[in-house]
């Protein structure tokens, strides 16, 4: 089955940056695009990159997306504490014609 | 951009079925992948899979086949879920992606979510 691994927990102080990874196991990442969703309690998950590092508008330029190597990484810059929640990647693994989340990651700030 | 609506709370007992409805305002549904989405309690987002009504074309995750079935006409989708558990209890969303007749998931319109309760 195909997976995709983000760390459970990432944390940073306010107005610095972090960055949470995704990592492709059992297919090839690069064969489809990366986006990458917030997801705060009590709301609908927000699309916050498509495309591995494409912003739809409204979305601030604090968030990025980016490949390194195996995996997809998103970063977040000029913490606040109102970005505190979760965030998953997603893909769709065409071999297998299947959307795949990310088990997601909770950022504490 | 889309608007989508679902339908209520529900109640289930285990064995029971579910059936969710996600009503579309300011566009169709028609050339879209309309997917569902859950997350169960202290769980991550889970893809249940899509729908893409122009083409009629449906797509799972494994773990649902024959479980599951989603259905779309131009304002209205549908999720049914079948042989409910307690592992089913979850909020479920509806989503629409930007681009037509993508199974990529960039879903930017999301319905408000139904929270589903399997319990004796």
């Known amino acids: 089955q195909p997976l995709l691994t983000q760390p459970p927990s990432v944390s940073a102080a306010p107005g610095q940056k972090v960055t949470i990874s995704c990592s492709g196991s059992?297919?090839?990442?690069?064969?489809?695009?990366v986006s990458w969703y917030q997801h705060l309690p009590g709301t609908a998950p927000r699309l916050l990159i498509y495309?591995?590092?494409k912003r739809p508008s409204g979305i601030p330029g604090r968030f990025s997306g980016s490949m390194s190597g195996p995996s997809a990484i998103l970063g977040i810059s000029g913490l606040q504490t109102g970005d505190e929640g979760a965030y998953y990647c997603?893909?769709?693994?065409?071999?297998?014609?299947?959307?795949?989340f990310g088990g997601g990651t909770n950022l504490t700030v | 951009q889309v608007q989508l609506v679902q339908s209520g709370p529900e109640m289930k007992t285990p064995g029971s079925s579910l059936k969710v409805s996600c009503k579309a305002s300011?566009?169709?549904?028609?050339?879209?992948?309309v997917t569902w989405v859950r997350q169960a309690p202290g769980h991550g987002l889970e893809w249940l899979g899509g729908?893409?009504?122009?083409?009629?074309k449906s797509a799972y995750a494994q773990r649902f086949l024959g479980r599951v079935t989603i259905s779309a006409d131009e304002s209205t989708a549908y999720m049914e879920l079948n042989s409910l558990t307690s592992d089913d209890t979850a909020v479920y969303y509806c989503?629409?992606?930007?681009?037509?007749?993508?199974?990529?998931?960039?879903?930017?319109?999301w319905g408000q979510g139904t929270l589903v309760t399997v319990s004796s």
């Open positions: 989503a629409l992606p930007s681009r037509t007749t993508t199974w990529t998931p960039l879903f930017n319109s």
């Open positions: 300011g566009g169709t549904l028609t050339s879209y992948a």
């Open positions: 729908f893409i009504p122009l083409f009629g």
């Open positions: 059992n297919f090839d990442i690069w064969s489809n695009y």
């Open positions: 495309d591995n590092d």
């Open positions: 997603a893909t769709w693994v065409a071999s297998l014609s299947v959307v795949v």
